[in-house]
């Protein structure tokens, strides 16, 4: 168990509709990243906020957001889904932005979201 | 910009032997390593990592990597598999600066008996 859940562990939606994906860090962990994993893209880096703000972006689209509430946990929003939007969404925590041994990520055991 | 490449896609191996599991990266900047494998319908777990100094990093599960700054690569070994370690493994960078991951497409490791 690495510390940091996930939920829901499934979600199945119609295209068009919009979700919420909910992920609490591990305990005393500031930063927390998305990640987007699919079959023809991989692992791919979504967004990360470091207490409460934007730290940094990746492959992000413009329908999708993200939040950090000051209790720590995140959401990621997606809306206007598209069947290409299928795949799990993992969320990692770790506890500093820049300290080289705590750039260790944490991840938790993900969100597999179907879009119908 | 960095990236990451995992030679092989899939690889077969008989329990008990050896394997290698290659990733050669890309960086005009110093980078963290990284090793994470994923067990079927699990998260990702850490193997190991480098940060710097000794180039041979010892993670778990019996696993090693050896750094080879001057080939850009980070070869993840295991002298002697197990029907457990069969799963998928990602290679990963980071700058220093930054927490988040590159990953390269994954390795999947299938050990028979």
């Known amino acids: 168990d690495s510390g940091v859940t996930q939920t829901p562990k499934h979600l199945i939606t119609a295209t068009g509709q919009r979700v919420t994906l909910r992920c609490s860090p591990r305990?005393?962990?500031?930063?927390v990243y998305w990640y987007q994993q699919s079959l023809d893209q991989g692992l791919q880096f979504l967004i990360q906020?470091?207490?409460?703000?934007?730290?940094a972006k990746g492959n992000i689209l413009e329908r999708f957001s993200a939040q950090q509430f000051p209790d720590l946990h995140s959401e990621l929003n997606l809306s206007s889904l598209e069947l290409g939007n299928s795949a799990l969404y993992f969320c990692a925590s770790s506890p500093m932005r820049t300290t080289p041994t705590n750039t260790e990520a944490f991840f938790g055991q993900g969100t597999r979201l179907t879009v119908v | 910009a960095q990236s990451v490449t995992q030679l092989d896609s899939q690889v077969p191996v008989f329990e008990e032997a050896p394997v290698e599991l290659r990733c050669n990266y890309s960086?005009?900047?110093?980078?963290?390593l990284f090793w994470y494998v994923q067990y079927p319908n699990q998260g990702l777990q850490l193997l190991l990592k480098y940060l710097s100094g000794s180039t041979l990093v010892k993670g778990i599960n019996g696993f090693e990597a050896e750094f080879n700054k001057s080939q850009t690569s980070f070869h993840l070994r295991k002298p002697s598999v197990h029907i457990s370690d069969t799963a998928e493994y990602f290679c990963?960078?980071?700058?220093?600066?930054?927490?988040?991951?590159?990953f390269g497409k994954g390795t999947k490791l299938s050990v028979k008996p």
């Open positions: 906020y470091y207490n409460g703000e934007e730290r």
């Open positions: 305990s005393g962990d500031l930063s």
């Open positions: 990963a960078v980071s700058k220093g600066s930054q927490g988040n991951l590159i």
């Open positions: 960086s005009s900047v110093s980078v963290y």
